[in-house]
């Protein structure tokens, strides 16, 4: 049910601009050819052909104004200037109401139009529904020199009233416009509150790995501790009695030369374990290469957000890489969800040191916190389990991590992060 709903609303607009050419080009069709002055040597079939090319333009900048609205906007404008120029493409008495429908195409361009495309339309559909006002009601450009609407505006007025018309002509193409830019606005913010919805979600099920990473990590520690000192005596123990005696039979010294062993090969294998058990659950996580896609969808919910990289990234381990991760999406979610999208945010990740040093600076304009221009104070800052849970995830990372305003400037906050990198050499010896 979903699908043929969707591509009906793809296929209203280009369904109306079909609709609009054949209804008016029929209730026309005795007319288009019977002109009661010419500027041009047509007649008959010819006259209505050439006549019937602003319904048919009209009607195609209709269809295509959702689907490809800087092809709609010229196409109107276009056709707008054609019928200044030319006598023949000018609207008559009974056709001047061909212009409102094309009312809903420019309310259409600036709902689906980028940005840049929006805010040309507004002046370009203003000067366009100016310029078919005055085909319609001055009387220089009216079918041999009468205006198409003389009844309704007589020409003999003063030039307040053209100008009365012709504004009024404008306005309604500046209201179309913001309709269409109402609509636009409305669907990129309920986009933007879909993206941190996700984004929320994302760091709820963060929330639940790190609580589960924590417990996990803390009873590994505690069976280290109780395992490994307790292995490394029974190895000092197997290797002391053997090495005090040299009398001691052969028998005897194999055996606590193996009791030595084992416990050596035990300790090593046990914290294999236990470090190998923390890497298999982050291997389902987010990796550190996913920065730059969720900043581009910060980006996309409205909040401008800046990423660098200096010096070449270097392997981190399976649980420093995706704690590192999630301490950047929870800084950047941070930042959307409270700074919103007046601020702008910077989010270096430096790796010219022993380790990746990441910096999140988050800066609200002082003008985003005025009222009636007067300064509004700073929000209050709290230590809640957003920052808790990035110091957290720092810790279990091997690093630290800081995370408050900055003192010289109280519309900047500040989440500062150092993560160690360990050479491979390094690793081995430490395993």
Request: aromatic letters at 4%.
């Amino acid at each position: 049910m979903t699908i043929p709903l969707r591509l009906l609303g793809h296929l209203l607009l280009p369904l109306t601009g079909v609709a609009y050419t054949v209804l008016w080009l029929i209730a026309e069709a005795g007319r288009l050819g019977n002109a009661p002055h010419m500027g041009m040597a047509l007649q008959g079939t010819a006259l209505a052909l050439v006549a019937a090319v602003p319904f048919v333009a009209f009607g195609v900048a209709i269809g295509l104004s959702r689907l490809v609205p800087t092809a709609s906007l010229t196409l109107i404008a276009v056709t707008v200037a054609a019928q200044l120029g030319v006598e023949v493409f000018r609207f008559q008495s009974t056709s001047w109401a061909a212009y409102l429908p094309v009312l809903l195409a420019v309310g259409a361009i600036s709902a689906s139009g980028t940005r840049r495309v929006r805010l040309v339309a507004l002046p370009v559909a203003a000067v366009a529904a100016a310029g078919a006002a005055m085909t319609l009601i001055v009387p220089f450009f009216g079918w041999g020199g009468h205006p198409a609407l003389g009844s309704y505006a007589d020409p003999n007025e003063d030039l307040r009233s053209m100008l009365t018309v012709i504004g009024a002509a404008a306005l309604l193409a500046a209201a179309a416009w913001a309709a269409g830019a109402g609509l636009a606005a409305l669907r990129e913010s309920a986009r933007a509150r879909g993206e941190l919805a996700s984004l929320e979600r994302e760091l709820s099920v963060a929330e639940a790995e790190l609580t589960v990473a924590s417990e996990r990590e803390r009873l590994a520690r505690d069976v280290h501790d109780i395992m490994a000192h307790s292995l490394a005596i029974v190895a000092a123990q197997a290797d002391g009695a053997r090495l005090s005696d040299d009398d001691l039979p052969e028998r005897t010294s194999s055996t606590l030369t193996t009791i030595a062993e084992t416990a050596r090969s035990s300790l090593g294998e046990l914290r294999l374990l236990l470090e190998s058990g923390g890497d298999r659950l982050e291997t389902s996580t987010s990796r550190l290469e996913g920065v730059g896609a969720l900043a581009e969808r910060i980006r996309r919910a409205g909040h401008r957000v800046d990423l660098s990289v200096l010096g070449e990234p270097r392997p981190l381990s399976p649980t420093q890489d995706t704690m590192l991760y999630r301490i950047v999406q929870e800084s950047l979610t941070n930042a959307l969800k409270h700074a919103g999208s007046d601020a702008s945010t910077r989010c270096s990740l430096d790796w010219r040191g022993p380790g990746v040093a990441l910096l999140v600076e988050t800066t609200t304009p002082s003008g985003a916190r005025e009222s009636g221009g007067v300064p509004l104070p700073a929000p209050p800052i709290t230590r809640g389990l957003g920052i808790r849970g990035m110091e957290e995830r720092a810790r279990l990372a091997g690093g630290w991590l800081t995370a408050g305003a900055d003192p010289d400037e109280a519309d900047r906050f500040v989440v500062q992060a150092f993560v160690p990198v360990s050479e491979p050499a390094a690793v081995e010896a430490s395993a």
